[in-house]
């Protein structure tokens, strides 16, 4: 006669497949909404009752062993199968609730999706949020989030997309700035201005700056006093009067409402339309994730 599994080391293989697929109890704690201790206890727990050794721990990293390895694939589908379950429980009901775990980039969440928050909470008061925000891209799927927003290509065919708001990448000054130079109508008169670029914290590399030219696309890479490597330090510095930098509309739209930012060399503005909103095969009929989608696309005439 078979042992019938219990409950603690049901808890002890979900743990283990999160921080298996995470590479960290803390990672793995906070994804399950519990503490990093009850992760450790749950899996070594789990190791004495299956009489082996499912990682190699050291002070800074934690790796599967062999049997770990052998074991883990086996765990995941049962944390997968179980999310499953209790996303069909969520779409049996019709009004959203529960907590919805978003993910996305810092400029994303800064500027997109915490101003929806409150919105949504009003129509929703029944759904919590989760928001974590990191440019670090995560695994939609091990990391147990219902919803991601990112911008540019996509790579994981697992999930499901939709496109959201279109977005202008354009040059911004301060009006500081302006009043001591004359505006550039052409792009090639950036040489003769005080610049500031971007570096990508993820590469090394410089942003190339877009611009359309008639009917063509062509990219500049200025020659920038001043280099940062986050968007947030780019739009800061130019409205201190530094001056022309390049952002999205998104994150800018603020700085140039208050004024302390204008748009510059607007006829040769470039327009993305690769902002996406991506969430797993289980949590297609999750009415929380349809509804934040939702209000989601209702905010591109804004933009």
């Not at 004495?48 to 770990?68: I, M, P």
């Not at 949504?120 to 949020?129: C, S």
Request: with cysteine.
């Amino acid at each position: 006669m078979k042992e019938q599994i219990g409950i603690d080391r049901l808890t002890g293989l979900i743990a283990f497949a999160r921080a298996g697929s995470l590479g960290s109890y803390t990672a793995a704690a906070r994804s399950l909404s519990v503490s990093p201790s009850a992760v450790s206890k749950s899996i070594q727990r789990l190791e004495k009752q299956l009489g082996v050794s499912l990682f190699a721990r050291t002070t800074r990293s934690l790796t599967l062993t062999a049997e770990g390895r052998d074991l883990h694939e086996r765990a995941l589908k049962l944390l997968h199968d179980a999310e499953e379950i209790e996303q069909a429980a969520k779409a049996a009901r019709t009004e959203p609730a529960g907590t919805l775990r978003i993910a996305a980039s810092l400029p994303i969440g800064l500027h997109i999706i915490a101003p929806a928050l409150p919105g949504f909470r009003k129509l929703h008061p029944k759904v919590n949020i989760d928001l974590r925000l990191s440019d670090q891209m995560v695994d939609l799927v091990d990391g147990g989030f219902d919803l991601a927003v990112r911008i540019g290509d996509l790579s994981d065919s697992r999930l499901l997309s939709r496109r959201l708001l279109p977005y202008r990448l354009c040059c911004y000054a301060s009006p500081e700035y302006l009043a001591g130079h004359s505006p550039p109508t052409h792009p090639d008169e950036l040489d003769g201005h005080e610049t500031v670029s971007l570096r990508y914290q993820s590469s090394g590399q410089l942003f190339r700056w877009p611009f359309l030219v008639g009917d063509r696309e062509v990219e500049i890479v200025p020659s920038s006093r001043i280099i940062v490597d986050t968007s947030e330090a780019v739009l800061a510095t130019i409205a201190a009067g530094a001056g022309i930098g390049m952002a999205t509309s998104f994150m800018a739209s603020a700085w140039v409402s208050r004024g302390a930012l204008v748009p510059v060399l607007a006829d040769h503005t470039v327009e993305r339309h690769n902002i996406t909103a991506l969430w797993p095969e289980s949590r297609r009929s999750n009415p929380a994730v349809r509804a934040f989608i939702n209000t989601l696309l209702e905010l591109s005439w804004a933009i």
